[in-house]
């Protein structure tokens, strides 16, 4: 077989976020499960390409379907007819933890015991080796290698000891450091689950007379259902036949959202602890025309994410905003790239710069972030090629500096651009007239009506969590284990 090079076409040179999850409860005998998690997890396909899956709960059995591959490609109508119960629980993943293999996708679906468990993860969890080898020394076998495998296991042989399997989440969740928020399906109750911290978004909707938990609101108005509250930290929200019962939180964190996810991670019109992302990241925008101001001719944005902050950055500044960057719509989640030419002009397939809108003039690109910088620089040369007099880019988030241990792919500090040069430096390096990112203290303001604090780790080095375990597990390598790999296998 010969040897191909994939990349992700539409993320390239962009942070990636590790899932999204869904789940319905029906008390509505007419709804068809399977096909609301399909059209939720369509709402939801941001924040996972690898994989997805859907597991339904028919009377107690659970019947699933997952693969690798978008929405789409993993789900017709002929699968769809098959996947018939009274609950459903659904997963688009990216793996930050664990590799992309066929059998890291999820749901998880676990036999034991005292029945069947499923369970759908958006996180990671920093001392999931450390558990990981505890169990496996007392005889657990693991299949994959990602965190949810750590957490079925635990809560399995906790279920043994106790009455219910929300008091097994509980004695679970005691052992467990770091970010998740979960749906599991027992073969009676859903149960939604929010770390203490409140890492990552969690919400409770509502369809008709069901119950349905989603990581963005975006999935309940891809269903018709109504939001209802966010899941709170530390929360484990059980539903069932008789409706929904909530066992509050065993200890108070500080909440720690993760604040990327209003930076980039989430759709621009999901609202998430009460905050639109949308206004948000033009408030960071207005912000980043404050802080770096220039004279311009046009404020354009690096699509999508940066359409929101660019907006933001026109109507303060009053320089007009236009669309100097066109992205093609129609590039699948992968393409091959058999070249290192080929692979230099991969940006050029993704986006085209508009010479109509920049041939001669003094161009502001706004983006949500930079990472490595490759990426920024080849789209910089794509409106030099257009005729841009000048570029100035301004960044709406401040530099990455520090790896992200909770479910964010930095898993160290060597490939981040900002580490060790001065923002001058890295603006010759990608080559604009000036570069300016946004201030920490003003990133902390941009999420207006948030009932939550925030995660910025990543950017300030301050953990709000203990994450010596993963550090290490870092430095020396390990964190993805090896596994025989299945002839014919991609």
Known sequence: MENREYVFAENEGKLKEECGVFGIFANDGDLDCASLAYYALFALQHRGQESCGIAVNDNGTIIYHKNLGLVP???????????KGQMAVGHVRYSTTGSNLRENAQPLVTKYIKGTLTIAHNGNLVNATRLRNELEQTGSVFQGTNDSEVMACLIAKERINTHSVEDAIEKMMDKLIGAYSLVIMSPSKMIAVRDPNGFRPLSIGKLNNSYVVASETVAFDAIGAEFVRDVLPGEIVVITKDGLK??????????????????????????????????????????????????ADVVIAVPDSGIAAAIGYAEESGIPYDIGLMKNRYIGRTFIQPTQAMRENAVRIKLNALSAIVNGKRVVMVDDSIVRGTTSKRIIQLLRDAGAKEVHMRVSSPPFLYPCYFGTDIPNRDSLVAVGRTVEEIGELIGVDSLGFLSVDNMMKIAEGSKCGFCNACFTGEYPVPVEEARKENESGNKDRKFIKVLGEE
């Open 73 to 83: 490609e993993v789900f017709n109508e002929v699968v769809l007819n098959h996947l």
């Open 246 to 295: 909530s066992i509050p939180p065993k200890k108070q964190c500080d909440t720690s959202l993760c604040i990327f996810e209003h930076i980039y991670f989430a759709r621009p019109d999901s609202i998430i602890e009460g905050a639109s992302v949308y206004n948000a990241r033009k408030c960071a925008g207005r912000f980043l025309a404050q802080e770096h101001p220039v004279e």
